[in-house]
């Protein structure tokens, strides 16, 4: 789950894009294992609230995604839009630990800014949940070691004493 909560601009761009009349309208892109998701466009910057909310289905042993990509895509002068930069996040940071992040979208290769130049700030809710059934096999997998350790040393360990 990643819920988008606050866009801020890069300052000096957002006053560069008010003097050129061109209010900026942007949106995010999230992209992970093939799938996609777009927020709606932010048409009144003044606002910066995005308030969106995207979930995705995550199963590590079907999938060797491990980052979650969001876009920050604006339009250009000739009305395309156009990425403005990205941010990856690796996801196992989150497992079962909802955290309110602010993260900086970045200019990479093929963005307008130069590689490296941070072009906003989105303030985001992250959080990986697994299925109940994983957490079981988990547990299944836990419980086999423990068994494992226990047949290779002849000792008997309790969760206690890992």
């Not at 294992?33 to 466009?41: D, I, L, M, T, W």
């Amino acid at each position: 789950m990643v819920k988008l909560n606050t866009y801020t601009t890069n300052k000096e761009k957002d006053k560069e894009q008010r003097v050129n009349a061109r209010e900026p309208n942007p949106f995010v892109r999230l992209l992970f294992a093939g799938k996609g998701a777009k927020s709606s466009r932010l048409l009144d910057v003044k606002d910066k609230i995005l308030d969106e909310t995207f979930g995705f289905e995550f199963n590590p042993s079907e999938t060797e995604d491990r980052e979650l990509t969001l876009e920050l895509w604006d339009t250009d002068e000739s009305g395309f839009d156009q990425r403005m930069g990205k941010i990856e996040i690796a996801i196992h940071t989150y497992l079962e630990d909802k955290q309110d992040v602010t993260m900086s979208v970045v200019a990479h290769d093929g963005d307008p800014e130069p590689i490296g130049t941070k072009v906003a700030d989105l303030e985001l809710t992250i959080l990986y949940e697994i299925s109940e059934q994983e957490k079981q096999d988990r547990e299944v997998r836990h419980q086999q070691r423990l068994q494992l350790i226990d047949n290779q040393t002849g000792d008997v360990i309790s969760d206690d004493a890992i």
